[in-house]
């Protein structure tokens, strides 16, 4: 397998530290009109909408997607690092007891029943610490004090897009199965989301990431997903459906964000949200070879997950997800990222799943 042409192949550390801060990077344009109409959008920003951070004044928060990202990962290290030094650890239980700890930076308790997590490094950081008007389901989930699994979901019609926007890191670790990787993202999924739709989209998205880091082509790696939510042990119907449909819209002319959101939702739930990041990617797709520009590429696919109406964030922290873990950090505007909200944390946490997974310091 290898990248889309023209590409050269990034190395694991460029994927990783691409993957996660061309999410931060989404997440924080999208986070700008998360909820804002399409006419607000363009009133506010013109006829073409927002099409890079340097557009906003003043801060450029990224929101709770980059959070519970970041606490994706460290769970998944903490994990890596017991199996370093040869101890059994429970993943899921890892990554519940970080998700558990950003619970508590948000201000709220999972009661007396829950376990209290020793601090690690992730939680010093500041900037995590604040709210960013989080994922109610994933507040209330927590909140419970009681892990959640598939068999015993909490939050049992939840399916809301706070599984997905976290689900990226699963897909970055190397030396795992496809069904391994699936398996770890759905069952972290289910640590505050009932509804299938809502494990079995972040399970996918996932599997798209670890496609895509193994050098498989974006096209192919998408038809690929999308073939294989449809064949899942009670496979939530709404979840192939909008992939599918995101795969036909983008082979179409512009479409305008007023019919993007009518085929494929407003992204307020995963399967939405998954489905509006993967056509922005594929519509924006570089004619050729020759035409080639992974930042280009970047920019107009982030402007397509934004600028519409609906939840913007999410689709755009995927956006940047899948294009990172693609190309690598040569996808990132420089622009960007100098003005994104703390890189350092993002990168310091990239830094630490690259150590844990090839031993590179």
């Not at 460029?14 to 924080?28: E, F, K, N, Y």
């Not at 960013?132 to 909490?154: F, N, Q, Y």
């Not at 307020?268 to 949200?273: D, K, P, R, Y």
């Amino acid at each position: 397998m290898s990248t889309d042409p023209g590409i050269p192949a990034p190395t694991l550390k460029s994927r990783i530290h691409g993957c996660l801060l061309g999410g931060a990077l989404g997440d924080a344009l999208g986070y700008a009109v998360e909820s804002d109409s399409i006419a607000e959008i363009r009133e506010r920003f013109g006829a073409q909408g927002l099409t890079g951070l340097g557009d906003l004044s003043g801060p450029r928060h990224f929101s709770d997607d980059t959070q519970l990202t970041l606490y994706t990962v460290d769970g998944l290290v903490e994990a890596l690092e017991w199996a370093n030094e040869g101890v059994g650890a429970d993943v899921n239980a890892c990554l519940w007891l970080a998700y558990l700890r950003w619970l508590a930076t948000q201000g709220e308790d999972a009661g007396p029943s829950a376990p209290v997590p020793q601090p690690r490094w992730i939680d010093g950081n500041e900037v995590l610490r604040q709210r960013r008007h989080p994922d109610k389901d994933c507040i209330s989930g927590l909140a419970t004090g009681e892990m959640g699994t598939s068999i015993r979901p909490v939050n049992p019609g939840a399916k809301g897009p706070g599984t997905v926007m976290r689900s990226a890191p699963f897909g970055l670790i190397p030396h795992i199965t496809p069904d391994a990787v699936y398996k770890l993202s759905a069952d972290a999924a289910a640590l505050t989301h009932g509804h299938p739709a809502a494990h079995q989209s972040a399970g996918i998205f996932s599997l798209l990431i670890h496609r895509l880091v193994s050098g498989e082509a974006l096209r192919d790696a998408a038809a690929a997903v999308a073939a294989h939510a449809g064949t899942l042990p009670e496979a939530a119907p709404e979840l192939p459906e909008r992939l599918q449909a995101a795969i036909r819209l983008a082979e179409t002319p512009t479409v305008a964000p007023e019919e993007l959101v009518q085929a494929l939702g407003e992204g307020w739930l995963a399967e939405e949200a998954l489905a509006v990041a993967l056509y922005a990617v594929l519509a924006t797709v570089p004619a050729g070879a020759a035409d080639a520009q992974p930042d280009k590429h970047f920019r107009d696919a982030l402007a397509v997950a934004v600028n519409h109406s609906g939840g913007s964030d999410t689709p755009g922290s995927l956006a940047g997800n899948i294009l990172g873990a693609l190309y690598g950090e040569d996808c990132l505007p420089a622009e960007w990222v100098e003005v994104l909200e703390a890189p350092e944390v993002i990168r310091g946490m990239a830094d630490q799943l690259v150590k844990v997974t090839t031993g590179e310091g």
